[in-house]
């Protein structure tokens, strides 16, 4: 189309006259820039007179995160482009739509979900979503299974591995969760009233062991293609409607990884309860209705994947061979427990935080929070590799905080 | 340089006589080809005047075994010619040298080892390799140490599982050892005299599995660059020179399927003994000669492999974390293990078997010896997930055949 420069709104809005499909000709169309900076360029182009609207992404040759800048692939577009069109075949309505992708410009055209709120900040709010559980683990089941060896032709699935090699947003998985965590990095980013916690961790033998074993998988298992950033702030909700956005980070890699990612965000919302309700009453209320969402989506995701696998498997071996399927999915809880730990922790003392807790403006009250969130994410990570029971990271999250019932 | 097609003699003498390096100007050359013609040409030439010579291994668009012709990618001529270089970077001496590779024609030309034998012959013969386990141990802990997220910049080895992504070869291996040995498929092959034991095989469930379970790394776990195909009939041999070869099946794999795989074939040649030795002393020599090297051949690469790691290790966390260094090594002892049995069992009742084994002219000899090889194999794959020690395998071998001493 062109060659690759940031557009300005102008020229999107020349851009997206030219989708047909969407906006009538010659439509007086009206943009807004409402990305971060950050990443990429988000604008929002409506057409107040019929009413339509999409989002242009555009990504941009570099990440800022938290003052520091470095150069990041385009390619990134290209991967998150493909991801949410083969999420959208695999999951239809649970991601937006995608009009067009432009590799030059590293631009893709979607849906607009404005009418939607972002998941962490709805649940800061006090949202109840009570399809949400039965959405996401539609998700995952859908395009975790259909892009393993269990679900997709397995000569298929190699040449999918290879589209989706994706070495620099790796790295920052890699790094940011895997690594630096767990030693004095300069990138960690944690209140000094915790720099105990983050020294414990800096010293925890047995912790670190269980972490370098998740980190190995996460650098070498290419089990399914994963979203592979699928935290709140990945998710657009309504009580009614779930959309999963930005697959960037998308790669084949361990299942576990994204329903642990999504199950350690639920669980930082968990542990900033304290702050956002008003009395302990709707605190253990809301903590409650955290963790039976927690339990449905495991349960939920077990069922319908297990299904996905009776009707549409594969692999003839995987089948046939007596006590697979049940070894098989407890691994996958396993690996889900361990890395919900792991996404816990390094959003406590590593780089990114999440606004939940590190919005919260009373330092002791967000002390606490942290020092929970910890409690949760390190007893995660050491009892990934003997849980037999979504019950067990229930009971972890219960016994941190005292008397919350499920 | 041109269009594909199978070469004859004649082009194969122009184009060697372009290696200004190897041939003197106007040399002339005696072609002659000594390929099986199932998978690939392979074209001899040789200068008499000057000594010098070249081998010439030009891919064929098809495979044959054992009577079946199905279409097979060129692109295999590449991966083999891309992984000899990688190879001989890696562990020099250890592989042929290779003077050229042409993608068009498919065609790698590379060092004429016709002063080896192939070890398999070799060993079927008595031949005693003193320097074997040290030269194949430094092999495999160079190839595969420095090809993995130990060893190399992670994002680079992203890049190289890229470029070594193998579909068809790799299906081969998943169909004929991870697959049709352990049902009624029509690709297997075995003796009438031991239909029970291959009967057996399709209703063992709890071998059925562990094999599900090494089935499902090879599929998904890409730990290092893997030869792929590493039986003693992809190894030229003398008592003082190892070269490896053919790893047209090359990509990143379980690091386990490697060293089981020659496991495995000192295994077969270990069954095979009672036919080929002139009596029950000198088949227990043999034997003890081949359990002390598979002994020695662990234990070196064990011990190279650490050294590697202490020296030349780039993951952080894989360095600090306590125990994890031996939980990785107790884990690729355990793969190899499983994976050696795997390899074993396929060569007794799937399709491709092996000269120790298959060319025991008498029946009731080469049933005997069937029936040692799957008893070990067997056994292997069940220990697989328990074993603690290479000892625990020479003691099953040891077991099986009974009165063997190391």
Chains 1, 2 share one sequence.
Not at 185 to 209: H, K, M, S, V, Y
Not at 307 to 313: D, R, V
Not at 353 to 371: N, T
Request: with cysteine.
């Amino acid at each position: 189309m062109s060659a690759y420069h940031p557009l300005n709104e102008t020229e999107a809005i020349a851009i997206a006259l030219t989708l047909t499909d969407v906006f009538p000709a010659g439509a007086a169309l009206a943009s807004r820039e409402i990305g971060d900076g950050n990443l990429n360029l988000v604008f929002h182009i409506s057409d107040p007179a019929s009413g339509r609207s999409i989002i242009m992404k555009q990504a941009l040759p570099y990440a800022k995160v938290v003052g520091e800048s470095w150069p990041l692939t385009l390619d990134r577009a290209r991967i998150e482009s493909e991801a949410l069109i083969q999420e959208g075949k695999l999951a239809p309505g649970l991601v937006p739509k995608v009009y067009s992708y432009d590799a030059d410009l590293a631009l893709t055209i979607m849906e607009d979900l404005s009418d939607h709120v972002i998941m962490r900040r709805g649940l800061i709010e006090g949202g109840k979503y009570p399809l949400f559980a039965e959405h996401i683990s539609t998700f995952l089941a859908q395009t975790l299974f259909f892009t393993s060896d269990l679900g997709m032709n397995q000569q298929d699935k190699k040449n999918r591995v290879r589209d989706f090699i994706n070495p620099e947003l790796c790295k920052i998985t890699e790094d940011l969760i895997f690594d630096h965590p767990y030693t004095d990095a300069d990138t960690n980013n944690f209140d000094e009233a915790i720099r105990d916690e983050a020294e414990a961790l800096w010293n925890d033998g047995p912790l670190q062991l269980e972490v370098a074993l998740l980190r190995e998988k996460f650098l070498t298992q290419a089990q399914a293609l994963l979203h592979g950033d699928l935290h709140t702030g990945s998710i657009f909700i309504t009580p009614d409607s779930t959309k999963v956005i930005d697959p960037e980070f998308a790669y084949f890699g361990p299942i576990g990884f994204d329903i642990g990612a999504i199950i350690a965000n639920l669980l930082t919302s968990f542990a900033s309860r304290g702050h956002w309700d008003t009395n302990e009453a709707a605190r253990d209320d809301f903590r409650s209705y955290l963790l039976v969402m927690i339990r449905d989506l495991w349960t939920k995701f077990d069922i319908k994947f297990r299904a996905l696998w009776e009707q549409h498997g594969v692999d003839r071996l995987a089948a046939a061979a007596p006590g697979y399927k049940d070894d098989y999915m407890l691994r996958l809880l396993r690996d889900t427990i361990g890395y919900a730990g792991s996404k816990i922790v390094r959003r406590i003392v590593g780089l990114a935080h999440v606004a939940e807790i590190g919005s919260i403006p009373d330092a002791a009250a967000r002390e606490q929070a942290q020092r929970l969130a910890l409690a949760i994410g390190k007893s995660l990570i050491k009892l990934n590799r003997s849980a037999t029971s979504i019950d067990e990271l229930i009971h972890t999250a219960q016994t941190a905080a005292g008397s919350v019932k499920v």
